[in-house]
Antibody, heavy 126, light 107 residues
Framework: QVQLEQSGAEVKKPGSSVKVSCEAS????????INWVRQAPGQGLEWMGS????????KYAQKFQGRVTITAAKSTSTAYMDLSSLKSEDTAVYYC???????????????????WGKGTTVIVSS | DIQMTQSPSSLSASVGDRVTITCRTS??????LNWYQQKPGTAPKLLIF???SLQSGVPARFSGSGSGTDFTLTITTLQPEDVATYYC?????????FGQGTKVEIK
């Protein structure tokens, strides 16, 4: 049973960067996508981007393009989300989540996030 | 980006009631629609994937339906432990998006 273990809480200054890690244990890492989702205090869920480690292919939400970098280290089954030029509005809980896929024959039928980390709190404050 | 509109934004119902939450998308997404439940202070939990498939371990009182642009999450018999916020999410487009959430409370 795959579990995702995230790094600890961070407090950062405006303008700096934060790097959050997400280590997978108990199952295959690189054939699934790893997504990053954040939730500001009292707000809804916001998809930031994803990576498929076996291919190194990344996708980013338009809102975060140029500011977020998602990487993965297959040797340690760990994905990373690096967010730069931090602002107070980036204060949020950041989650990683595994993207699973339903395949019929060779055609992907649906993608969904079935395993989630517990979240990493990032506070941006001067 | 594909826009997701959930309704209502919140609801209050009695234990045992049937609860329905809808999710409408700005363009067709076939059946690439998932539903998540989030309780305060915890990570989201997958309930329904591919619009109508029940995730393993999720009680059968939860069900999903729809395709194209209109989707529904139904709780047939609301239980106290179902108090949570529910989100729809599309995985059809290259970039994924969530609905704004529906907060469910017990009357």
């Amino acid at each position: 049973q795959v579990q995702l273990e995230q790094s600890g809480a961070e407090v950062k200054k405006p303008g700096s960067s934060v790097k959050v890690s997400c280590e997978a244990s108990g199952g295959t890492f690189d054939k699934f996508g790893i997504n990053w989702v954040r939730q500001a205090p009292g707000q809804g869920l916001e998809w930031m981007g994803s990576i498929v480690p076996v291919f190194g292919i990344t996708k980013y939400a338009q809102k975060f393009q140029g500011r977020v970098t998602i990487t993965a280290a297959k040797s340690t089954s760990t994905a990373y989300m690096d967010l730069s030029s931090l602002k107070s509005e980036d204060t949020a809980v950041y989650y990683c989540a595994r993207a699973n896929v339903v395949v019929i024959g060779t055609i992907p039928y649906s993608y969904y996030m079935d395993v989630w980390g517990k979240g990493t709190t990032v506070i941006v404050s001067s | 980006d594909i826009q997701m509109t959930q309704s209502p934004s919140s609801l209050s119902a009695s234990v045992g009631d049937r609860v329905t939450i809808t999710c409408r998308t700005s363009q067709t997404i076939k059946n690439y629609l998932n539903w998540y439940q989030q309780k305060p202070g915890t990570a989201p939990k997958l309930l329904i994937f591919a619009a109508s498939s029940l995730q393993s371990g999720v009680p059968a009182r939860f069900s999903g339906s729809g395709s194209g642009t209109d989707f529904t999450l139904t709780i047939t018999t609301l239980q106290p432990e179902d108090v949570a916020t529910y989100y729809c999410q599309q995985s059809y487009a290259t970039t994924w998006t969530f609905g704004q959430g529906t907060k469910v409370e017990i009357k």
